[in-house]
């Protein structure tokens, strides 16, 4: 049986649940951009496929976007990563600084403007908390993709949710030095 959504769930629901999985996602999410070579960043599996510079641009300013659509219970039509942002480098350290000053926002909330009913684009309305839940699971997907790329390309893969392969490798020859 479901309850409904109170200020009280909601203000649970973020400090409680969210901003700490949230925090977790963005440095894991951070490493997968990082591990993006710029010399390699307009590789893609498929001519169909999103190259990895538009996946690494996507990921960071969706996930931007969701964060603020929650701060400020409104979906925003327009805004992103500025296009003088040209490396996979540049756009994770413009996605980190976004993120520090987007999160310190998000612990201030409280459960009445969480609450507030947020229409994404006319497809659907959901209380402005339930955008963080969304822009995870967005970030987490595209990140899945991304990462997908990574060896392809020539790349290492980070660390996901355990030790990677790569990371285990550094891992033993720094043990063995």
Request: net charge positive.
């Given at each position: 049986?479901?309850?409904?959504?109170?200020?009280?769930?909601?203000?649970?629901?973020?400090?409680?649940?969210?901003?700490?999985?949230?925090?977790?996602?963005?440095?894991?999410?951070?490493?997968?951009?990082?591990?993006?070579?710029?010399?390699?960043?307009?590789?893609?599996?498929?001519?169909?496929?999103?190259?990895?510079?538009?996946?690494?641009?996507?990921?960071?300013?969706?996930?931007?976007?969701?964060?603020?659509?929650?701060?400020?219970?409104?979906?925003?039509?327009?805004?992103?990563?500025?296009?003088?942002?040209?490396?996979?480098?540049?756009?994770?350290?413009?996605?980190?600084?976004?993120?520090?000053?987007?999160f310190d926002?998000?612990?201030?909330?409280?459960?009445?403007?969480?609450?507030?009913?947020?229409?994404?684009?006319?497809?659907?309305?959901?209380?402005?908390?339930?955008?963080l839940q969304?822009?995870?699971?967005?970030?987490?997907?595209?990140?899945?993709?991304?990462?997908?790329?990574?060896?392809?390309?020539?790349?290492?893969?980070?660390?996901?949710?355990?030790?990677?392969?790569?990371?285990?490798?550094?891992?033993?020859?720094?043990?063995?030095?």
């Open positions: 049986m479901s309850r409904p959504l109170t200020p009280d769930l909601a203000e649970f629901w973020l400090n409680d649940v969210l901003l700490g999985t949230l925090k977790n996602e963005h440095r894991t999410t951070k490493k997968v951009l990082e591990a993006v070579p710029a010399d390699k960043s307009d590789y893609r599996p498929d001519p169909i496929s999103k190259s990895a510079m538009e996946l690494v641009r996507h990921i960071a300013a969706a996930e931007i976007r969701f964060l603020e659509t929650t701060i400020h219970a409104e979906f925003p039509s327009a805004g992103g990563l500025p296009e003088t942002i040209k490396t996979p480098a540049e756009v994770a350290a413009w996605y980190s600084e976004n993120f520090a000053r987007n926002k998000l612990t201030q909330l409280k459960g009445d403007h969480l609450m507030k009913i947020t229409d994404f684009r006319g497809l659907f309305k959901l209380p402005a908390v339930a955008f969304a822009g995870m699971n967005h970030s987490i997907h595209h990140r899945g993709q991304l990462s997908s790329y990574l060896r392809c390309m020539g790349a290492k893969v980070p660390s996901i949710y355990g030790e990677s392969f790569d990371d285990a490798q550094a891992r033993k020859a720094a043990a063995q030095a």
